[in-house]
T-cell receptor, first 114, second 116 residues
Framework: AQKVTQAQTEISVVEKEDVTLDCVYETRDTTYYLFWYKQPPSGELVFLIRRNSFDEQNEISGRYSWNFQKSTSSFNFTITASQVVDSAVYFCALSETGANNLFFGTGTRLTVIP | DTGVSQDPRHKITKRGQNVTFRCDPISEHNRLYWYRQTLGQGPEFLTYFQNEAQLEKSRLLSDRFSAERPKGSFSTLEIQRTEQGDSAMYLC??????????????FGPGTRLTVT
């Protein structure tokens, strides 16, 4: 059975601090896909990144970076030099091979204090 | 590019009434999904269409729920005899097909349903 755990319910940081959001997943599939989505106060889920299970290369996009480690079943997300606009709920999600749905974690609410 | 749109954005209804929501996916996307999100939770999958065919339904989708995508473009989600437990945000998403290798789903703004 698939499971996505985001143990951090809420995080508050002061602007310009770095912050890491944790995501741990469980799956029996050898091929799967991991995602991060951002849900700002407006409510619309915004796609940030997709990672395939066979590609463990970490990725950096501007202030965002993702660390995928199959050995620990983790797919963590780091925001460098956080900004107030980063305040949102962030969701990690998993999709297994042949599955047509995304299985979401419960999300981490990030508040960046100016 | 036009994103996924949903209508209405908000719906307040009395228990026992029927409601219908509409979703217009990104035009070149042949896959369309419905999710439900309650407060403090991540979205939960309800159902999925490949073109006009409804290929998967979650056990969350009770008999009171029905979804259609008649021409493989827009979709509707109907809830009959609404209950207070149906109060939630109903999210629609779309994606390209599996052959594209792009599995990411793009979400609409959602329809917030309140059942009084």
């Amino acid at each position: 059975a698939q499971k996505v755990t985001q143990a951090q319910t809420e995080i508050s940081v002061v602007e310009k601090e770095d912050v890491t959001l944790d995501c741990v997943y469980e799956t029996r599939d050898t091929t799967y896909y991991l995602f991060w989505y951002k849900q700002p106060p407006s409510g619309e889920l915004v796609f940030l990144i997709r990672r395939n299970s066979f590609d463990e290369q970490n990725e950096i996009s501007g202030r965002y970076s993702w660390n995928f480690q199959k050995s620990t079943s983790s797919f963590n997300f780091t925001i460098t030099a956080s900004q107030v606009v980063d305040s949102a709920v962030y969701f990690c999600a998993l999709s297994e091979t042949g599955a047509n749905n995304l299985f979401f974690g419960t999300g981490t609410r990030l508040t960046v204090i100016p | 590019d036009t994103g996924v749109s949903q209508d209405p954005r908000h719906k307040i209804t009395k228990r026992g009434q029927n409601v219908t929501f509409r979703c217009d996916p990104i035009s070149e996307h042949n896959r369309l999904y419905w999710y439900r999100q309650t407060l403090g939770q991540g979205p939960e999958f309800l159902t999925y269409f490949q073109n006009e065919a409804q290929l998967e339904k979650s056990r969350l989708l009770s008999d009171r729920f029905s979804a259609e995508r008649p021409k493989g473009s827009f979709s509707t989600l109907e809830i009959q005899r609404t209950e207070q437990g149906d109060s939630a945000m109903y999210l629609c998403a779309s994606s390209l097909g599996a052959t594209s290798g792009k599995y990411e789903q793009y979400f609409g703004p959602g329809t917030r349903l309140t059942v009084t």
